[in-house]
């Protein structure tokens, strides 16, 4: 098994095991997301309301235009932003798992949105030239193994004049060097990579309160242990805490940021 499908399984894992755990829930909601962030979009991201906002008004789409959401997850900020735009979605993840609960939460809403769910990455979506006016990722592009591919791959999919805008953590690389997935492409500033795959970069800026929210998340994750196996089961919580006790101890972001960005 090569680190895509790790990383595959970890998700399928926690997907999985979310519906099932309150406790999860309600550590999310108090300190990564906020208590005002809407119910039935949630997310397992650091996102709230006010940068959701922030995001959708970047995107400045139109009704019937397309939405990518990159690393879709669940797709909970790409239903809120499409839904409110009415625009149709296309959620792209690597999580069959999570693909199907994003299938269920787009069929349960009303209106429901045009939208369909995909299994691909960053780097090799699937979808046509062209296909979209806007597309977004929330906290996962830190993950791709080749960030270069990941950008121009799209800037192929968005048409001329396409709107990107993401949140994601930009890395320390010396803390990351042979550390599995982090350690592979380690970027610390996006801006040139956007020039060069296409983009002119609109906005950049560090995101507030992000360290404080995830480490204050991360810990409350570390000591709910007992009530986070039971929820969830051991597969799930030794995923999600791999993850949370390796950031944890190392450290590894230089800054979260939030990147608007326009295909050239």
């Known amino acids: 098994m090569d680190d895509t499908d790790r990383v595959a399984a970890g998700y399928d894992a926690v997907y999985g095991a979310m519906s099932d ?7 999310w909601r108090t300190h990564a997301t906020g208590e005002d962030y809407p119910a039935g979009f949630e997310h397992i991201s650091f996102l709230t309301l006010a940068e959701m906002q922030t995001m959708a008004a970047a995107l400045n789409l139109r009704d019937g235009d397309t939405l990518v959401d990159l690393a879709c997850g669940m797709a909970g900020p790409g239903l809120w932003i499409a839904r409110g735009a009415g625009a149709g979605l296309v959620g792209v993840d ?21 939208a369909r769910f995909t299994q691909g990455s960053f780097a090799q979506t699937g979808l046509d030239a062209g296909s979209a006016a806007a597309a977004i990722s929330v906290d996962a592009l830190q993950y791709a193994p080749d960030k270069r591919a990941a950008l121009h791959e799209i800037a192929r999919i968005l048409r001329p004049g396409g709107r990107l805008a993401f949140a994601c953590f930009e890395l320390e690389p010396e803390r990351v060097a042979g550390v599995p997935v982090l350690g592979m492409d380690p970027v610390a500033d996006y801006s040139p990579l956007l020039e060069q795959a296409g983009f002119d970069v609109v906005s950049c800026a560090e995101t507030a309160g992000w360290r404080v929210r995830l480490t204050q998340a991360y810990q409350a994750i570390v000591d709910a242990k007992a009530e986070l196996t039971s929820e969830m089961g051991e597969a799930a919580y030794t995923a999600l805490a791999g993850e949370v006790t390796l950031t944890l101890q190392l450290q590894p972001y230089r800054q979260r940021v939030f990147v608007s960005a326009q295909k050239r």
Request: net charge positive; hydrophobic share 45%.
């Open 21 to 27: 755990s309150p406790t999860f829930h309600k550590i």
């Open 94 to 114: 690597i999580s069959s798992v999570a693909l199907a609960g994003a299938r269920e939460r787009a069929a349960s809403l009303q209106p429901a949105p045009v």
